[in-house]
Structures are given as structure tokens and as C-alpha cells.
């Protein structure tokens, strides 16, 4: 069974919720309480220890003592052994898998992103039909746009953040003159917004005020 933080928060509110009920019971006791009611789990404990294991699900642990380890789902890096690191590891996984929620959508983690950005270019430039390296286009920038979301979820502007149907129609200036012929179809399919995107970036951020 997995325990995420997004569980973890659930249960907290409703120990909270629960002091009105049970006027007697200490905070612990009713952490206890609705760990069973919601996971089904014997208690707090339990829920938190199995919440632990879920931050380490995705990390892959350096070989060496003292070397660095990365979680393959919210792309920190980090030294395992430090409980300091840790810390600043949950912070940054919490945050992201609850972004990742409420987004309902989970972008891909740095190797996937490289990945992506070369077989798209690849596809784009060397695809048999136009509709063929138009799918290339897209998916390198589906590695962009994972990256720009990525950087939104740790700038916490990422509700603002626009979706990939509106970030193509954003990022065209990036492109510049690379797949030239292709611009048309993509303009006709996705729309063109100019001044959205820096045209030498290919994040978007939030305009400032
Ligand atoms: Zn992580």
C-alpha cells in the first residue's frame, strides 16, 4: 500500500476535524483515529512509516557513502545520508506530487526530457511526411514544455502555467527559423501568440506585475 503526502494532509485535517467530536482525545490519539478511518491503516505511525517509504520509492541510491543520490520522480538531487537533505528532499517531493495532482498530469523527469527533445528532433528533421516530423516537433516540445512546468512547480506559479496546446502557440518565436515549413500547419492547428515566451528562452514565466 502506498502513502502519499496528499493522504498524509488528508489525515491531518481530519484529526483537526475530529476535536469536535472527541473533545477528550490528545492530537495523537486522534491522528490515530483517522489514519484507520481514511487508509486503513492500525495507526499514525504505520501511515507515516509507509509515507517514508513512498518518499524513497523513486530514489536511486548512490553507490558510494557519501556520494548523491536522485529521485527519478521530482528530479532532486541529493546526499541520502543527511537528514538535512532528506528534508529538503520531501519538501520538494511533497510539493511536486501535489502539483502533479492537481494538474493530473505528471511530467517527464530529466533523462525522459532528453529523451524526447532528441528523438523529436531527430523525427522533425529526418520524419518520411510532413505529418510525421510534425509529430516529431511536438514531442521535442513536449520536452520543453516539462521542463517549463517543472520550473513552474518549484517557482509555485505553476497554476498559472499554460497548457501544451497554448504554450505551442506561445513558443514559436523560440523556434526561429528551424522547421520552417512546418510553422504553417503548426500556426493553423494551435494558434500563434507572440510576446509570451522571451524568444531566446523556452520557459514560461509569469509576466511580472
Ligand atoms: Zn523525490
Not at 494538474?103 to 525522459?112: H, K, S
Not at 497548457?163 to 494551435?190: C, K, W
Not at 494558434?191 to 511580472?208: D, F, L, M
Amino acid at each position: 500500500m502506498q502513502i502519499t503526502y496528499c493522504d498524509i494532509k488528508q489525515v491531518k485535517r481530519l484529526a483537526k476535524q475530529l476535536e469536535s467530536t472527541y473533545t477528550t482525545l490528545k492530537l495523537g490519539q486522534r491522528l490515530d483515529k483517522a489514519a484507520a478511518q481514511l487508509l486503513g491503516v492500525r495507526d499514525y505511525h504505520e501511515a507515516s512509516r509507509l509515507y517514508d517509504k513512498w518518499l524513497m520509492l523513486h530514489v536511486h541510491l548512490s553507490d558510494h557513502a557519501d556520494g548523491v543520490s536522485k529521485c527519478s520522480y521530482c528530479d532532486f538531487s541529493f546526499a541520502a545520508d543527511l537528514k538535512d537533505d532528506r528534508q529538503l528532499h520531501r519538501k520538494q517531493h511533497d510539493q511536486f506530487h501535489e502539483a502533479c495532482v492537481s494538474l493530473d498530469y505528471l511530467p517527464g523527469n530529466f533523462v525522459q526530457r532528453e529523451r524526447m527533445k532528441s528523438d523529436g528532433r531527430e523525427q522533425a528533421t529526418n520524419g518520411q511526411t510532413t505529418e510525421d516530423r510534425l509529430d516529431g516537433l511536438l514531442l521535442l516540445l513536449r520536452g520543453w514544455f516539462d521542463r517549463s512546468l517543472f520550473a513552474a512547480i518549484y517557482g509555485n506559479y505553476w497554476r498559472k502555467h499554460p497548457t501544451f496546446d497554448t504554450y505551442v502557440a506561445m513558443i514559436q518565436d523560440t523556434l526561429g527559423n528551424s522547421y520552417r515549413d512546418l510553422m504553417p500547419t503548426l500556426r493553423e492547428r494551435y494558434g500563434y501568440r507572440t510576446g509570451e515566451i522571451e524568444p531566446a528562452s523556452s520557459n514560461w514565466y509569469p509576466k511580472p506585475r
